[in-house]
Nanobody
Framework: QVQLVESGGGFVQAGGSLRLSCAAS????????MGWYRQAPGKQRELVAT???????NYADSVKGRFTVSRDNAKNMVILQMNSLQPEDTAAYYC?????????WGPGTQVTVSS
């Protein structure tokens, strides 16, 4: 089992920045992909960004050029730097990890962007 805990959400005005962190514990070894998804009220959960164990990133088109995902394998952490935030980025953000074919999720952290 892998446990994921997010931190860093909050409230920010449009154009501002936030940094989300996620720490993995438990059976963290052999984690392949880590990353972030988000879910706004009344909408389905959607990909934000993921990063493979070799550091290869993958971004949703809506966040390309504004968000940066990074990974610290030594600390078992994944980071999401979010710049130029817009009201449409408002959502609960969930940390994600895949290990040996199983998906793991954190409890989520709220990001609210005001116009």
């Amino acid at each position: 089992q892998v446990q994921l805990v997010e931190s860093g959400g909050g409230f920010v005005q449009a154009g501002g920045s936030l940094r989300l962190s996620c720490a993995a514990s438990g059976s963290w070894f052999a984690i392949n992909t880590m990353g972030w998804y988000r879910q706004a009220p009344g909408k389905q959960r959607e990909l934000v960004a993921t990063i493979a164990s070799d550091g290869s990133p993958n971004y949703a088109d809506s966040v390309k050029g504004r968000f940066t995902v990074s990974r610290d394998n030594a600390k078992n952490m994944v980071i999401l730097q979010m710049n130029s935030l817009q009201p449409e980025d408002t959502a609960a953000y969930y940390c994600y990890a895949k290990r040996w074919g199983s998906d793991y999720w954190g409890p989520g952290t709220q990001v609210t962007v005001s116009s």
